[in-house]
């Protein structure tokens, strides 16, 4: 039976009650309100499936300034959580959070979360050993990445949390593009322009779409990317390379029936891990 609360923490943060369990899929948000701390606690609990010590939650929450009575605060933020998830319940759950002998954990039975697949699928890549597993751990974690971790959360210790995922999510990407370029270049397409999502400012990746929509013969496709690009890269007061856009020039003057330049040669994103 899958568990009634689910927490996701790709993407902004969203705890929703599945309030019957033979409709799974039919989920009702429960997390409107909350507290920036109360929030903070998730996750990092969230990041923590096998618990964590309560020294561990102070140091990373209130690094800056720790409480006087830590076990007092923690207890406080709990009980919150406790609160604010039997109300948007209706009384039917509670103890999302366990404390016990000083470390904190939510309930695995209570609460399923997007980051315990993520990294259960990391750890059957670590572990796989054959390439067939191996491409199917890399396929679970692209799937199950759903964006930066813990979107519009600005905390020190999130940092190496949020661009680890983010790059182990790339990592995937790249793999799986890699092994797809030459039989399936339209969904190595799909790939990398779900990458693009998740690194939006990365010209290499651009260069990539742009030689695909040409051997798919998506030549209207390639001026669009460049405008993307050109969009992206003034937001942080930067624009294309030469170089890029030469590509982009080159690639739309060539006749359809050219054979387009060989993708293993020509993956940049791929051959650098950028």
Known sequence: ???????????ALKLTWRSDSTCPDQ???ISGGFSRRLTE?????????????RDAVVDALWAE????????VLRTVVSRIRR????????????IVLAERGRYQLAPGLVDVDYWTF??????????????ARIAAYEAIAAAYGGSLADGLDADWLLAVREATRRDALDAITVLARARVHDDPSSTLDLLETARAFDPYNELLYRDIMRLEHTLGRHDAISRTLALLETRLSEIDATPTPATIDLAVRLR?????????????????????E
């Open 1 to 11: 039976m899958a568990p009634p609360i689910v927490l996701s923490v790709f993407g």
């Open 119 to 132: 990294s259960a699928a990391m750890t059957r890549r670590r572990t796989a050993i054959t390439d067939r």
């Open 27 to 29: 989920l009702t948000e």
């Open 253 to 273: 003057e060539l006749h359809t029936d050219i054979t387009a330049p060989s993708l293993s040669h020509s993956m940049e994103y791929d051959q650098r891990g």
């Open 84 to 95: 604010a998830v039997e109300s948007g319940t209706g009384g039917a759950v509670s103890e």
């Open 65 to 72: 300034h720790p409480p006087r009575d830590p076990a007092s």
């Open 41 to 53: 606690l998730l996750v990092f609990l969230a990041v923590h499936p096998d618990g964590v010590s």
